[in-house]
């Protein structure tokens, strides 16, 4: 049976509870909205960590955080780790990316064969976090408050220059594939950097939300000392002391980020009409690396585990599945042994150490019998904190912290910590006992310290004296592209055309 072809879509910090079933209704996003009605909608999704790198590295391998070591964004995503990349190549696919993956350390393609863009994101080791130095803020490159108050429109920035070039490259993937030179089946992988902050967009797009009845969160600013001990550290880690956040920079912000949204669905419409003008079928696959608080509680960006950071889209378009909307809690570390389960790959050989199953059971009514499980050890934390999601309940845990007990059903937006209510106790000693079968706090807080030491000695050193960056350089051979004197013309224009009637 001939292995289908995949098409990614990934963004960046895209909140998952704006996609309860699809993008909310009073999203424009008519091409997602279209997708969505062609897919598997999955409601209760979860990042494996609310963090670029981390994230990234757990959906490509189907590994938690502290197996791949990828505990923040400066931490080298190592070679040895197979990720779907390797896992569909080996099969005999064709695989591509176009985008940001955030990859960290020399390999810059982790199976990919071929990479149309450089990333947006260093990779080297830069960015580490430093347990050693709790409340030390690294300000060249720690969030800031700036992207708030910063909040409105631009015709152009680092990031839209950069999504402009993954949309253009991906849709001339799509179309040099309808060609057919390369008879294997085909995985693209189209990574965009929005709707990450800055928030800033196109007046085109801002123009859309003038009258948005969803400009202001839910839940408003809590004070300093309302917050729980973490939400308390990355405040400090965003310096939100030093800006003064008003109604006015919350609205720009949060209208900046839907517009986003909609510039993203017209990046994805592009690779979409290259897709179905060519006539070819594909597996669609949407969604995204972690959320954004989006000011709820005062809290922006990511770093934490409430719904608004660690929820994200999940959409699949599949052949012979029905459409439908699945409430079990799942996550993007799921997402690799699916698309091994879609082409028919095993992955008895590294079984063992992946954390994540496959989601196609769950399109036949299969109900989720382990917890879905996050990590985060990046900047703001002091020491690793992890979570478990099962049925209605949410379970945080941190050294530093008193537990965290939530039940989603009744308090969706997480306001009630019910770990030291006697009437949970049973809950909460079924999740302690779970957390702790599953993590060793004290040596997952050693491995997170020994590595960052570690990157601290190399990165200083490999700064003194002559540097050499890791980062991507996409090469392009000019003399093998339109025409030139060892082709011959006819057949150039023959072979580059789509149709060739």
Partial sequence: MAKPNILIFMVDQLNGTLFPDGPAEWLHAPNLKKLAGQSVRFENSYTASPLCAPGRASFMSGQLPHRTRVYDNAAEFCSDIPTYAHHLRRAGYQTCLSGKMHFVGPDQMHGFEERLTTDIYPADFGWTPDYRKPGERIDWWYHNMGSVTGAGIAEISNQMEYDDE?????????????????????????????????????????????????????????DYDDHDPHAKRIFDANDWRNFDITEEDIKKSRRAYFANISYLDDKIGEVMEALESTGQEAIILFLSDHGDMLGERGLWFKMCFYEGSARVPIMMKLPDVEPQLIREPVSNIDITPTLCDIAGISMDEVLPWTDGESLLPYTSGKTRETPVAMEYAAEASYAPLVSLRQGDWKFNRCALDPDQLFNLSDD?????????????ADVLAVFSKQADERWNLEQYDAAVRESQARRWVVYEALRNGDYYPWDYQPLQKASERYMRNHMDLNVVETNQRFPRD
């Fill in 412 to 424: 969706p937006h997480e306001i009630n910590n019910l770990a030291g209510n006697p009437e949970f």
């Fill in 166 to 222: 993954v949309a253009y490259n991906a849709v001339r993937k799509v179309y040099d594939l309808a060609r057919g030179h390369d008879e294997r089946p085909w995985c693209l992988t189209v990574s965009f950097t929005h709707p990450h902050d800055p928030y800033v967009a196109r007046k085109k797009y801002w123009d859309l939300y003038e009258d948005c009845e969803h400009l202001l969160p839910t839940i408003a600013a809590m």
